[in-house]
Nanobody
Framework: VQLQASGGGLVQAGGSLRLSCAAS????????MGWFRQTSGKEREFVAA????????DYADSVKGRFTISRDDAKNTVYLQMNSLKPEDTAVYYC?????????????????WGQGTLVTVSS
């Protein structure tokens, strides 16, 4: 599967953005999906993940209550709705696909990555 992330941009603090990540083929529903982010000079960090059946979701403490991950298997797409954005949310956001039944937080648990989309939150 190949992944294509989109939806990044420039937004003021307190605003919202929705990221999308489209998969290239119909095997999408068999993957656990995750979002990670990376800022310059820092390691990529876990943001959120959703299980294959959408029953399990997991969030980093820093985004819990502000971000929502969801998926539409009919559209082969996973979303990240980001509300109440803060300047510290500024990063390149990556989507990733894995084969685990649970929602991993480690990058190594994901086998396929999208190209990243830049989110910039101004103060």
């Amino acid at each position: 599967v190949q992944l294509q992330a989109s939806g990044g941009g420039l937004v003021q603090a307190g605003g919202s953005l929705r990221l999308s990540c489209a998969a290239s083929d119909g095997t999408f529903s068999s993957y656990v999906m995750g979002w990670f982010r990376q800022t310059s000079g820092k390691e990529r960090e876990f943001v959120a993940a959703i299980s294959r059946d959408s029953i399990i979701t997991d969030y980093a403490d820093s985004v819990k209550g502000r971000f929502t991950i969801s998926r539409d298997d009919a559209k082969n797409t996973v979303y990240l709705q980001m509300n109440s954005l803060k300047p510290e949310d500024t990063a390149v956001y990556y989507c990733a696909a894995g084969s685990r039944w649970y929602t991993p937080r480690l990058q190594d648990e994901y086998s396929t990555w999208g190209q990243g989309t830049l989110v910039t939150v101004s103060s």
